[in-house]
C-alpha cells in the first residue's frame, strides 16, 4: 500500500471517528498540548515578539516533530501508518463538537430559553453573550461555524495533504496557539504576534478551499460567489473573511455588523448584505452545510494526496539493473 493511499485510508477513519464520537470530555490530545504550552508561556513569556516567536516555535515545532517520528517509525508497516493517520485526524478535527454546541445554542433558542443559550455560546466564540439578543446570538452562533469548519475541519484536511501526519498535528498546534496567545489583548500584543501571523499562513488556503466548497454545498452558488467576491476583504480577518462572506451567501443570510467582545465593541462590515437577517432556524441549516463542506474537504484532500504520490513516483528514475546479473 502506497503512503499516499495509507493517508487516505487514515484520514477517512478519523473522520469517520469525529463524525461518531467526537472529542472525548476528558484526555483529549489537543487539550493537553494546550497544557504544555501553558507551562512553556511560564517560563518565556516576555513582553517581546522575539519570545513569542520562540514560545511558538518550541511548541509548534516541537509537536510537528513529534508527528514526523512517530510517522517515521510506522513508515514501513501500512496497517500502523493508517492507524497513526485515523489517530491524528481524529485528534486534530472538531467538526462533530462544533456541530453539537451549535445545536445546543439553537435548541436552548427554540425552547425561548435565552439565559441557557448566552451560557452556552461561550463554548463557540469570544463574543460577551449578555449584549445579545436571541437573533444576535443566532447570527454568533451561525458566523463561528463558518470560521470553524475552516479552523477545525479544512484547514486541518489540507495540511494532512500536504505533509501527512506531522503536517495534521503542525496545523493543530498552530492554530491552538493563535487561540491560547494570539489574541490583541495586554498581555499577548507582541508576546502572540508570531502565533498570530503563523495562524494566518497556516489558514490561508483551508479558508479558501472552505469558501470554494461553501459555493458548492451550498443552497445558492450564484450568492455564495457573489458575496464571497464582493465582502470577503471587507472582514477584518484575513481568512475569517472570505469563509463568513461566502457561508453568508450560500445561506442567503447577512453577516457582520455590531459585536461585543468583553465590553469591548466592534463595528465590523455586514456581509452578503442582500440578505435576511439570521433566525434561529439558520442554524440547523449552518451545520449542515458544515458537515457537506467537511466531507468534501475530505474527498479533496485525500485526492490531492493521491495526485501528489502518483506525480512523485513518476518523477524518480527507474533502476536499472547491472549488466550479468541473474534475476
Sequence with gaps: MSADRDFAYGAAAG????LLLGDPRRGHPVAAFGRAAGAVERVLWRDHRGWGALHT?????????????AASLVRRSPAASV????????????????????????GALEAGDIEVARERLPHLCGRDPQALDADGIARAVVESVAENTSDAVVGALVWGAVGGVPGLVAFRAVNTLDAMVGHKSARYRRYGWASARLDDVFGWPGARLTAALAVL?????????????????????????PVEAAFAGALGVRLGGTL????????????????????VADIERAVRLSRRVGLLALGVAAAARSKSGRSGRSDRPSRSRKPGRAS
Design 217 to 241: 454545498a451550498g443552497d445558492s452558488p450564484s450568492g455564495a460567489v457573489r458575496a464571497w467576491r464582493s465582502d470577503a476583504a471587507k472582514h477584518p480577518s484575513p481568512n475569517a473573511g
Design 260 to 279: 461585543s467582545y468583553a465590553g469591548r465593541v466592534e463595528h465590523r462590515p455586514v456581509l452578503n448584505a442582500d440578505g435576511r437577517d439570521v433566525s
Design 83 to 106: 492507524a497513526l493517520t485515523a489517530a491524528a485526524t481524529w485528534a486534530v478535527l472538531g467538526g462533530t463538537s462544533l456541530g453539537r454546541e451549535a445545536r445546543a445554542v439553537g
Design 57 to 69: 516555535l518550541a511548541c509548534a515545532g516541537g509537536a510537528a516533530g513529534a508527528a514526523a517520528l
Design 15 to 18: 473522520f469517520l471517528g469525529d
